[in-house]
């Protein structure tokens, strides 16, 4: 089955730098990759998703990039605000009623 | 837009005891919704598809005698801990896609239930 690497598990920025968090997947059938902010107690949130047909997404201070030849994805933010904060999952799953599968997690710090 | 309505959001309860969770979708029809369960942070391992009208599908690893799902409808699926143990403590996820969904249609996460066995 499907298997989700991410890294790095925890990252300090200070406020206004770029933070970038990568993930790798292992099912090359794999084709639609969403990232989840998480917030204590609270569900994941998504925040922006991209599917195989395309190399890259932006929105606003967000973006993620896809190359499928190498079956990595990353996540960039860029402008970081204290409110950035929070646990990010990247996630994995074929297209359909299929589950998606998530990476560990990355706790990010924005340091004001 | 979709909304996933996820009951109790919180729960205490004595070990030996069972907990029943509700997930409701709650403006649109789910013929299969997933259980996700995430411990303290730890990332989200999926439990369980649930299909609607059908036995559900167990992880490897997860007791389907312990965790009972039952889908009987098209918008309620249901997760029952039986005799419920300290550590079943952890944060339980409902989850769904739109039966019938566009291609870009994302899965759609209830609030979670926190429960905690004594």
């Known amino acids: 089955g499907e298997n989700v690497e991410q890294h790095p598990s925890t990252l300090s920025v200070q406020e206004g730098d770029s933070a970038v968090i990568k993930c790798t997947y292992s099912?090359?059938?794999?084709?639609?990759f969403p990232w989840y902010k998480q917030e204590l107690g609270k569900r994941p949130q998504l925040i922006i998703d991209?599917?195989?047909?395309?190399g890259e997404k932006k929105d606003q201070r967000i973006a993620v990039t896809l190359n499928k030849t190498a079956k990595h994805f990353s996540l960039h933010i860029t402008e970081t605000q204290p409110e950035d904060s929070a646990v990010y999952f990247c996630?994995?799953?074929?297209?359909?009623?299929?589950?998606?599968?998530f990476g560990k997690g990355t706790r990010l710090s924005v340091i004001a | 837009g979709a909304v996933v309505s996820q009951h109790p959001s919180r729960v205490i309860c004595k070990s030996g005891t069972s907990v029943k969770i509700e997930c409701r979708s709650l403006?649109?029809?789910?013929?299969?919704m997933f259980w996700y369960r995430q411990f303290p942070k730890q990332s989200l391992m999926l439990m369980a598809t649930?299909?609607?009208?059908?036995?559900?599908?167990?992880e490897q690893g997860v007791e389907k005698d312990k965790f009972l799902i039952n889908h009987a409808s098209l918008t309620l699926s249901t997760l029952t801990v039986t005799s419920a143990h300290p550590e079943d403590s952890s944060f339980y996820i409902c989850?769904?896609?739109?039966?019938?969904?566009?291609?870009?249609?994302?899965?759609?996460f209830g609030n979670g239930t926190r429960l905690t066995v004594t």
């Open positions: 989850s769904a896609y739109e039966a019938g969904r566009s291609y870009n249609s994302p899965l759609h």
């Open positions: 099912d090359s059938a794999s084709n639609y």
């Open positions: 991209i599917r195989s047909n395309v």
């Open positions: 996630a994995a799953s074929i297209s359909g009623n299929t589950p998606l599968v």
């Open positions: 403006d649109f029809q789910a013929t299969t």
């Open positions: 649930s299909n609607e009208g059908s036995k559900a599908t167990y």
